[in-house]
T-cell receptor
Framework: DAGITQSPRHKVTETGTPVTLRCHQT?????MYWYRQDPGHGLRLIHY???????DKGEVSDGYSVSRSKTEDFLLTLESATSSQTSVYFC??????????????FGPGTRLTVL | QKEVEQDPGPLSVPEGAIVSLNCTYS??????FMWYRQYSRKGPELLMY????GNKEDGRFTAQVDKSSKYISLFIRDSQPSDSATYLC???????????FGTGTSLTVIP
């Protein structure tokens, strides 16, 4: 998994509670991404980061926030978890923002269930 | 209409068969085309990466891009049970690194 770890790997939580997922990389890649994967929707981009403290929204960012205080760590926070956020969350990294120079490499995923 | 369309399958073939997986897309700006393989409960792993139209071969795998038809394919020759996985297509325009993914095709190769 290209030097990417995600924690926790599994989590069950209740509606309304905040949840933070962590992505850690050892590749020193500049760009990091959070996706969610749901049946019938494939992978959808939530947020991405193009450097320490530099982040931007993706396709499905509502209800999520991110932070990146170090190159190696990218945190995804569900401010108040809802059942619609039950999903598998993947972190990805890339060395370049330009597809011609690099592609994205994925972590092992976090399976989140919101009851 | 989704940017990328992919038949979800499931697809079941006998060992040794040739497998054809396909995606269509609507955005003519897409220049980079990827295939990822995802085993059950694992993250996607990059299988093939191609630029613009044409073919690219890597062992038993061949990726084909037809930009005029907005259609990409992945062929697997001499399929093996270890090829059983979900295959995701992904594509990106020339600028930026926003990837657009298909929903994935589930493949089972029966021994």
């Amino acid at each position: 998994d290209a030097g990417i770890t995600q924690s926790p790997r599994h989590k069950v939580t209740e509606t309304g509670t905040p949840v933070t997922l962590r992505c850690h990389q050892t590749e020193n890649h500049r760009y990091m991404y959070w996706y969610r994967q749901d049946p019938g929707h494939g992978l959808r981009l939530i947020h991405y980061s193009y450097g320490v403290k530099d982040t931007d929204k993706g396709e499905v960012s509502d209800g999520y926030s991110v932070s990146r205080s170090k190159t190696e760590d990218f945190l995804l926070t569900l401010e108040s978890a809802t059942s619609s956020q039950t999903s598998v969350y993947f972190c990805a990294i890339s060395e370049s923002m330009v597809a011609s120079q690099d592609t994205q490499y994925f972590g092992p995923g976090t399976r989140l269930t919101v009851l | 209409q989704k940017e990328v369309e992919q038949d979800p399958g499931p697809l079941s073939v006998p060992e040794g068969a040739i497998v054809s997986l396909n995606c269509t897309y609507s955005n003519s700006a897409f220049q980079y085309f990827m295939w990822y393989r995802q085993y059950s409960r694992k993250g996607p792993e990059l299988l093939m990466y191609t630029y613009s139209s044409g073919n690219k071969e890597d062992g038993r795998f061949t990726a084909q891009v037809d930009k005029s038809s907005k259609y990409i394919s992945l062929f697997i020759r001499d399929s093996q049970p270890s090829d059983s996985a979900t295959y995701l297509c992904a594509m990106s325009p020339n600028t930026g690194n926003q990837f657009y993914f298909g929903t994935g095709t589930s493949l089972t190769v029966i021994p």
